[in-house]
């Protein structure tokens, strides 16, 4: 399957501390995409990464791409109460088709 | 700028009764349309996707069917709802290796 899977399933944080989820897959991509979804509403997303690139910022998100590994990291830093949410990876099957994992949910503590 | 409307946003129906689901966009032409299911704590599974009217692909062989009767409108049906149904129905577009623009979802109850 060419779905990827976050890790962890899970992550429970202090406001202001660092948040890092990871995700893996399986088989060649051309590019890997974040999404956040909130509880019970669509999926928001947050940042799209290429296959020819290495990292990529956007406000206080940072976003890894290792080729090799087969494997890419969201980090959130300063996290928030309002950071809650679940977080998920996808990537392209195709031009046209992404595959999702299964999410990891995160709750930020004020 | 774009915009994707689904509706309803929660439906309970009985097992055997038919369903309609309606995602339509605005602001954008020929886009790649999807419909995706999300069950309860689990990540989104792909149903069927659709590159132009009248052109679907199926994902899944299940209970299921889509329609694109116009270039932006995109509809998930069933004839007999069955209790595996249930999910939370989620409608995306993307204009093609790039990011997905999501609807609000429905959340079906089969009962």
């Known amino acids: 399957s060419q779905q990827g899977e976050e890790d962890p399933q899970a992550l429970s944080i202090q406001e202001g501390e660092n948040a890092t989820m990871n995700c893996s897959y399986k088989t060649s991509i051309n590019n890997l995409q974040w999404y956040r979804q909130n509880s019970g509403r669509g999926l928001v997303h947050l940042i799209l990464i290429r296959s020819n690139e290495r990292e990529k910022h956007s406000g206080r998100l940072r976003v890894t791409l290792d080729t090799s590994k087969k494997s890419s990291s969201l980090l959130i830093t300063a996290s928030r109460a309002a950071d809650t949410a679940s977080y998920f990876c996808?990537?392209?099957?195709?031009?046209?088709?992404?595959?999702f994992g299964t999410g990891t949910s995160l709750t930020v503590i004020p | 700028s774009q915009t994707i409307h689904q509706w309803p946003a929660t439906l309970v129906q009985p097992v055997g009764s038919p369903l309609s689901l309606e995602c339509t966009v605005e602001g954008t032409s020929n886009p790649n349309l999807y419909w995706y299911r999300q069950a309860a704590g689990r990540g989104l599974q792909l149903l069927f996707y659709s590159v132009g009217i009248g052109q679907i692909s199926s994902e899944v062989p299940q209970n299921l069917s889509a329609s694109r009767p116009q270039d932006r409108q995109f509809i998930l049906s069933s004839k007999k709802l069955l209790l595996s149904d249930s999910g939370f129905y989620l409608c995306a577009w993307n204009a093609g290796g790039s990011g997905y623009t999501f609807g609000s979802g429905t959340r079906l109850t089969v009962v």
């Open positions: 996808a990537t392209d099957y195709n031009r046209d088709q992404f595959y």
